[in-house]
Structure formats: structure tokens, C-alpha cells
């Protein structure tokens, strides 16, 4: 099992482009979630999605951020028109059901210039 | 509304010491409790988890409700040992999102 992957790995952006990050889930999962790290603090919840649904997006800023789990291919977490305030690194972990342990992938370092 | 504390942003001990990352949270409920590390280079990963109540790598860590703590211990530590800690909350009700503390960075000193 090759584990939670996401990609890019790092992602450079100029202000006001559109900015898209995979996540493929362990297999067997079907419970995706995305979290976001700004430098010296933790992990902060952005959305939790199963396939074809969000399930809670309480930590989705309300403009510019979307996110989907297709019934077929990875999660995207997309960010329209980035700005500064977005270089952060992004990890997704996904879950076999909806309780218990989560796993995570090696993140995507966004940087906006 | 949940919180996960790690007072300690920084903790640095010598091989072979005993070793003590604190976890004090708050929430109304009743959670499940994680320890996750994050080795140089590597993702984040579980260590143990509270309802377990199993050791790995040596480390142990009970859920103190009185004290709403979840301190992690390791008896000796090892200088492979040297990782960010991260602690973490989930609801056992509802969401399935983690809340986590913001991380202790360990250094055990050879």
C-alpha cells in the first residue's frame, strides 16, 4: 500500500493565479480530509469529504477555496485567485471510515510570490 | 469549542533520560486522544492513540480526564527519537476532524 499521495510536492504561484493540489487516498479508503499549516503553527482542519460529498467544510474559508472526491480519481483542493496569506502547506490524510485514525500524505508546499 | 495545548514549543533532554511532552486539552464532550510524529523528511505519522492504550517505540501516554491531559513519556529516550510531537483531539460524536496542538519540537542530545 503506497500510502496517502498528494501532489505537487511544492507549488510556486504568482498572485491572482489559480492554485490545484491533488490527494489520492490510501486504497480502501473513502474519507478524505484536508488541512492547512501556516509556518509555526499546527495543522488546522479545512474540509472532510467522502466520494461525491462534503461532509463538513467548517474550516473552508468562505471565498476563493473549493473542494471535491469524485466518485472516479484523486480529491482537489483548489484555490482561486491566490494571494500571499495562502503559502502554507496543505496535507490531506484519509481514513477507512469515519472514526479513528487518519493518514496522512507528505503535503504540498504552496508558496505565493 | 475544542483546544489542543502543547506549552512546549521547543524540549531538549540527553539519551537516555526520561522524557515528557506535554498535551492538556479542552472540550465538553468526551474525545479520542492522539500523539502524531513527524520524523526530518518523512509525513506525519500516528504514534499511539488513546483507546489503545498500547506503547510503541517505548512511548506511553494516558488520557487524564480530571486533569484534561494527555501527556506523552518515554522512559529513556533514544536520539532516533529526535521529531516534531504533535497532539491531537478528535470528536467521537459528529465531524471526524482533528484539532491539533501546535507541535513540540524534541531533541535528544547524544
Known amino acids: 500500500n503506497a500510502g496517502v499521495m498528494q501532489n505537487p510536492r511544492h507549488l510556486v504561484r504568482r498572485r491572482g493565479q489559480e492554485a490545484r493540489l491533488r490527494c489520492s487516498p490510501m486504497?480502501?479508503?473513502?474519507?478524505v480530509y484536508w488541512y492547512r499549516q501556516l509556518p509555526e503553527e499546527g495543522l488546522k482542519f479545512m474540509v472532510y469529504?467522502?466520494?461525491?460529498?462534503?461532509?463538513?467544510e467548517s474550516g473552508m474559508p468562505k471565498e476563493r477555496f473549493s473542494a471535491e472526491f469524485p466518485k472516479e480519481g484523486p480529491s482537489i483542493l483548489r484555490i482561486q485567485q491566490v494571494v500571499r496569506g495562502d503559502s502554507a502547506a496543505y496535507f490531506c490524510?484519509?481514513?477507512?471510515?469515519?472514526?479513528?485514525?487518519?493518514?496522512f500524505g507528505p503535503g504540498t508546499r504552496l508558496l505565493v510570490l | 469549542a475544542q483546544r489542543v495545548t502543547q506549552p512546549e514549543k521547543l524540549l531538549s533532554v540527553f539519551k537516555g533520560a526520561p522524557v515528557e511532552l506535554k498535551c492538556n486539552y479542552s472540550?465538553?464532550?468526551?474525545?479520542?486522544l492522539f500523539w502524531y510524529v513527524q520524523y526530518s523528511r518523512q509525513r506525519l505519522q500516528l504514534l499511539l492513540r488513546?483507546?489503545s492504550r498500547e506503547s510503541i517505540k517505548g512511548f506511553t501516554a494516558d488520557l487524564n480526564k480530571g486533569e484534561t491531559s494527555f501527556h506523552l513519556k518515554k522512559p529513556f529516550a533514544q536520539e532516533e527519537d529526535s521529531a516534531m510531537y504533535y497532539c491531537?483531539?478528535?470528536?467521537?460524536?459528529?465531524?471526524?476532524?482533528?484539532?491539533f496542538g501546535t507541535g513540540t519540537r524534541l531533541t535528544v542530545i547524544p
Open positions: 490524510a484519509s481514513s477507512p471510515g469515519g472514526a479513528g485514525a487518519q493518514y
Open positions: 486504497k480502501g479508503h473513502s474519507h
Open positions: 488513546h483507546i
Open positions: 469529504l467522502q466520494k461525491e460529498n462534503i461532509i463538513d
Open positions: 491531537a483531539l478528535s470528536e467521537r460524536t459528529g465531524a471526524n476532524n482533528l484539532f
Open positions: 472540550y465538553s464532550g468526551s474525545p479520542e
